[in-house]
């Protein structure tokens, strides 16, 4: 019966469905261990485990929904979370979190700014907390697909562009118009995510370049994109240490000193000065503990002793925690998981059979990896701290939630692909030359094929046709 359920109803790309399966049991007994310190005082002493597998559990059903629904209608989600969290990042941005009310009705918090870890990322709507930064980055991610594989002739945008610039909408004018549309969405976003949260608005900024790169962009305009890029982060890393801090939170850029301390803390010369510990070394310090304490195998789960010590060993540090506990073979298989996924992304891409779908999962894809290898990096001290979870293992109902529906999507491409593939397959079989009756009493051949069928068989393969060829407009 249930071999019968999954074939019926799980659709998509199997071996993806078992990796995230995967992650999430590691999940599971990672959250547990590392999240004990939570539950010390509590008389529930599951009540951490309980609300963390809810999230996963809800985040899957969100994903098997999604994976299940047309999937011309991603781009209305793209596009709904894109206009949505636009506006809540402007509402983070622009206004000081100290000056936004926290209003309130019968003692329910109706809207306000969650302020954690001195940062404030978080909308709070009917005392739900969300992080308006990853919904933009989901949305720029499926918008930049959209634009870069879009027919340009169909696009409403490109065409009014041109029609005001009173030039013609050539392929080589498109393809400007698409680089500085797309560039321009992709730096809106990413300004407004970097006052909080400078490693996800670099973060998203990286995916998107190589989103542009995939999509045939000039690499001269790209070099010099980049270029530029790296001259202005150097030129505002100087500026920042040489204003006050009082008027950078004037400037609402409150959190530039504590990216400068973080830089200067990785990239201190004095190779004694890593092992002072003090309050902002502490994490670096009990994270590579951690690690030194785990060895090959690992002192195994729910044996850490670091978790007890190690700030955000449940979230931004679990990684440390999972190789305390599994050992360095434990840590080798996360890489490879995530490895995995990237690998069966790029043959989901490959199978497509135009742009739009092919750059959609591998952006998505590039976005879970590429965070899950910055949050490993920090957890070893091969970058800077950030704030960036691991996906799906680390605490956080928003960040299980969003990398459930990037999964639920990579999976709607798989499943669209996978079904207009077995129509062609449908089609060719009922095509088949081969399939031929003869009737012995009968003076002419008579196939399989009347008029009906006939117009069946075009039917079927001009729907396979607009599922595998659909374009956005």
């Not at 249930?2 to 078992?18: C, E, H, M, T, V």
């Not at 011309?72 to 402007?90: A, D, E």
């Not at 670096?284 to 060993?313: C, K, T």
């Not at 491409?413 to 449908?426: G, Q, T, Y």
Request: net charge negative; with cysteine; glycine share 6%.
């Amino acid at each position: 019966m249930g071999q019968n359920f999954i074939q019926k109803y799980i659709k998509g790309d199997l071996p993806i469905w078992s990796i995230f399966l995967f992650l999430c049991l590691i999940s599971v007994i990672e959250i547990y261990s590392a999240g004990s310190f939570f539950v010390n005082n509590k008389d529930n002493h599951t009540s951490e485990l309980i609300k963390h597998s809810l999230f996963l559990l809800s985040g899957a059903g969100i994903a098997f929904a999604i994976h299940r629904m047309p999937f011309k209608w991603v781009r209305l989600l793209g596009y709904l979370f894109l206009v949505v969290s636009i506006f809540f990042l402007f509402v983070l941005a622009i206004i000081p979190a100290s000056h936004i009310p926290n209003l309130n009705i019968g003692g329910i918090p109706l809207f306000g700014v969650a302020v954690e870890n001195d940062a404030a990322r978080w909308i709070a709507i009917l005392g739900i907390k969300f992080q308006p930064s990853e919904f933009a980055k989901l949305a720029t991610v499926i918008y930049l697909a959209s634009l870069f594989a879009g027919d340009p002739q169909k696009s409403l945008l490109l065409t009014s562009i041109a029609k005001w610039r009173k030039r013609e909408l050539t392929d080589e004018y498109a393809q400007n118009l698409k680089f500085w549309v797309g560039l321009s969405v992709l730096g809106l976003v990413s300004l407004l995510i970097l006052p909080e949260n400078l490693s996800t608005a670099l973060l998203l900024f990286g995916v998107g370049i190589i989103m542009f790169f995939m999509a045939n962009i000039s690499l001269l305009r790209l070099s010099i994109l980049l270029a530029s890029f790296v001259v202005i982060g150097v030129l505002g890393f100087f500026l920042i240490k040489s204003i006050p801090g009082e008027t950078l939170e004037d400037l609402h850029l409150s959190r530039a000193k504590t990216w400068e301390n973080r830089i200067e803390n990785f990239t201190k010369e004095d190779s004694r000065s890593k092992y002072i510990y003090n309050k902002e070394t502490a994490q670096v310090a009990h994270s590579q503990m951690a690690i030194a304490i785990g060895g090959w195998f690992g002192s195994f789960p729910g044996n850490s002793v670091q978790r007890d010590y190690l700030p955000q060993a449940y979230a931004d540090f679990i990684y440390a925690i999972i190789i305390e506990e599994m050992g360095l073979i434990g840590g080798i298989v996360v890489i490879l998981l995530y490895l995995m996924f990237l690998y069966r992304a790029g043959i989901l891409a490959k199978k497509s059979q135009t742009d739009f779908p092919a750059l959609l999962v591998l952006g998505l894809a590039l976005m879970i990896v590429s965070q899950a290898f910055i949050s490993m990096a920090v957890s070893v001290h091969l970058g800077p701290v950030t704030g960036q979870p691991l996906p799906l293992l680390s605490r956080g109902g928003t960040s299980i939630i969003i990398t459930w529906i990037y999964i639920g999507i990579i999976q709607c491409v798989a499943r669209s692909i996978n079904e207009a593939n077995e129509k062609k397959l449908l089609v060719n079989e009922l095509k088949d030359p081969t399939a031929v009756q003869i009737d012995e009493n009968s003076e002419t051949d008579e196939t399989l094929y009347d008029n009906e069928e006939t117009d069946k068989v075009y039917e079927i393969e001009d729907e396979a046709d607009s599922e595998i060829n659909e374009q956005p407009e």
